[in-house]
């Protein structure tokens, strides 16, 4: 099949069997367009860890505020929000190699990124993550 950039008009393209398959290359770009801005809604930990860092003490005190007032109500608590078992590094580790790292990489695939564009610092604070939750 042929896929067109995201940036062109879309076309009528002719796949591997002949079918004229405008439909779906519309579908297929708005569809690329949403997981693109999931990307950049997500996009935290892709950013150095100088200006990522603050932001997730953030984002784990207003997750960790949420769950201290839904123990006091009696209410369940999400796991990944929970102070009681949640650390810093463990919650960068499963949100990188669960949610980030495979994203970005099928981002990757299917828009014909150039490698030298991937998330180098997405990396970088996965192995940050990792040092921190060993020591």
């Known amino acids: 099949l042929v896929f067109r950039s995201i940036c062109h008009s879309p076309a ?3 796949g591997i069997s002949g079918v004229l398959f405008r439909t779906n290359l519309l579908l297929f770009n708005f569809q ?3 997981v693109l801005i999931k990307c950049c809604d997500i996009s935290n930990e892709v950013r150095p860890l100088s200006v990522s ?6 984002l784990l005190e207003e997750y960790f505020n949420q769950s201290d ?9 999400a796991p990944f929000m929970d102070r009681d078992k949640v650390t810093k590094s463990s919650a960068q580790i499963g949100f ?3 949610v980030l790292i495979p994203m970005f990489q099928t ?3 299917v828009s014909m990124i150039r490698r030298e ?4 610092p997405l990396q970088i604070n996965l192995k940050f993550s990792n040092y921190f939750s060993i020591a």
């Open 107 to 109: 981002l990757a695939k």
């Open 96 to 98: 990188i190699k669960f």
């Open 117 to 120: 564009c991937a998330p180098t």
């Open 32 to 34: 690329l367009k949403m």
């Open 69 to 77: 007032r839904e123990k006091e109500e009696g209410l369940p608590v």
């Open 53 to 58: 860092e603050p932001w997730v003490d953030c």
């Open 12 to 14: 009528w393209i002719v």
